[in-house]
């Protein structure tokens, strides 16, 4: 009876493992077949990124001289936003390991948007575009100059706070 129990036993046993290593091999085959995606999903490129950084640089200065703080607050969040993708998505470039240059102007910035303050945000502001030129100079990138626009890039938004009905 002893005997029969251990090879009932020894047989149930190789089974469950037998099922649990095939289910084993088809969790690890997802998994593969999930990185594989991963590898060929669209990433945006560095310099994609730092073109949606410039961009919404433009849209807060207009956003910010106009005193419209509710899109000021917007496109600053857009700027942060974009900060962490690079972190995230390029995090293993020279370049990402700058960006501590531009994280303390993007904090004053903020705060001088929060405050409503223009005359703070125009200081925040420049010294936003000092930071991008500075992080630029330090990856050796110095030919792109950022500047306070003169103009919108965009020409179909109103940067006004005109309440619409």
């Given at each position: ?55 919404h ?31 995230t ?70 940067y ?6």
């Amino acid at each position: 009876m002893k005997k029969i129990t251990l090879i009932a036993l020894a047989a149930l046993i190789t089974s469950c493992h037998s099922t649990d290593s095939q289910k084993i091999e088809k969790l690890e085959a997802q998994i593969e077949k999930q990185e594989e995606l991963l590898e060929k999903m669209y990433k945006p490129g560095f310099g994609d990124l730092m073109g949606g950084l410039q961009h919404h640089h433009s849209k807060l200065w207009f956003a910010g001289i106009n005193e419209n703080w509710e899109l000021a607050d917007f496109a600053m969040h857009e700027l942060e936003e974009i900060v962490e993708d690079i972190k995230t998505i390029h995090g293993d470039r020279d370049e990402a390991e700058y960006l501590f240059i531009i994280e303390p102007a993007l904090d004053s910035l903020d705060e001088a948007v929060d405050s409503q303050n223009l005359d703070h945000f125009k200081t925040g502001y420049l010294g936003l575009t000092n930071a991008c030129n500075t992080c630029h100079i330090a990856t050796g990138y110095e030919f792109i100059l950022i500047q306070t626009p003169t103009s919108p890039t965009y020409t179909n938004q109103d940067y006004s706070k005109k309440i619409r009905s």
